[in-house]
């Protein structure tokens, strides 16, 4: 995450980076992160820790998309429709724009960001990361607990560009409470579409469209209400679908999740304990 950084304020060469329109630094020091670390990390305790068919159940989560028209409705269109309400209330006035552009634009930079960023950042997060905690701590604590390395594996972003300590240091609290309340929302989702990596990467790229400035709600409304908007839809949604899947957050549905069925045998999924992952 540092060459990024030091590139952008001149103390190495930036021609290393790509020159490719919609690739900032920003894009570029995710994909680094990415694909130099969470990812190889997670496969890696993965294969460690529960064997080649650990990896198997890991990939199978990463493409799997076992969920009903509801359940797409939800991942797809409520989180940005609640937005656009809430920064309609919030004073923030709708622009005219033209469907047929607006809908290319905005789906073509949903596919890419989930394709090179979004589906393999969360195999990591949710996939290892969130779903090993929550077997010890439950739903909640393991999403507080996933939300505090989240934060700050994006704070170096905020060192791109001109700071200063007061700015890194409101930008890691402001990062804190989005991180704790956008983990609490995808840990949702992950129990209430059985578990589905994709899903959840899905959604976490349509909040990504629902509140960067490049964004469909920004292309939508003027204003700076679109901003507490986005966090606002977090909340609300969370809470929504939390009280509607009640009966999926509880540690018995994270144990009924980590069986994996073959054939007519339920086997759970192997847990090592301290001793024999050290051994």
């Known amino acids: 995450m540092a060459l990024p950084v030091l590139a952008s304020h001149g103390v190495i060469p930036g ?8 690739v900032d630094t920003e ?10 670390a969470l990812l190889p990390a997670a496969l890696w305790v993965t294969w460690a820790v529960e064997g080649r068919p650990g990896l198997v159940r890991l990939r199978r989560r990463m493409f799997a998309w076992r969920i009903g028209v509801g359940w797409t409705i939800l991942v797809l269109a409520a989180l940005p429709t609640l937005t656009l309400l809430f920064a309609v209330c919030l004073g923030d006035d709708l622009r005219t724009v033209e ?12 596919l890419v960001n989930l394709l090179l960023i979004n589906l393999w950042e969360e195999t990591a997060w949710s996939g290892v990361v969130q779903t090993r905690l929550e077997r010890r701590y439950g739903l909640v604590k393991a999403a507080l607990l996933t939300a505090v390395p989240f934060a700050l594996v994006h704070l170096p972003l905020h060192f ?6 007061a700015s890194v240091a409101g930008a890691l609290v402001t990062l ?3 991180c704790a309340v956008v983990r609490l929302m995808l840990g949702v989702y992950l129990r209430g579409t059985r578990d589905s990596i994709l899903a959840v990467a899905v959604l976490h790229s349509v909040f990504n469209r629902s509140n960067n400035d490049e964004g469909v709600i920004a292309a ?14 977090v909340i609300v949604l969370t809470a929504a679908v939390a ?24 086997t759970p999924v192997l847990q090592h304990s301290p001793s024999k992952a050290l051994s």
């Open 15 to 22: 021609g290393w980076m790509p020159q490719v329109a919609g």
């Open 27 to 36: 894009r570029t020091a995710s994909v680094l992160l990415v694909f130099t």
């Open 99 to 110: 469907a047929a552009p607006l809908v290319a634009t905005q789906v073509l930079g949903l």
């Open 160 to 165: 791109i560009g001109d700071f200063s300590i």
């Open 176 to 178: 804190l409470l989005v």
């Open 220 to 233: 939508l409304v003027e204003g700076d209400g679109r901003k507490l908007a986005g966090l606002l839809a």
């Open 243 to 266: 009280v509607a899947t009640r009966r999926r957050l509880g540690p018995d549905y994270r144990q009924q999740l980590d069986t994996v069925e073959t054939g007519a045998t339920h």
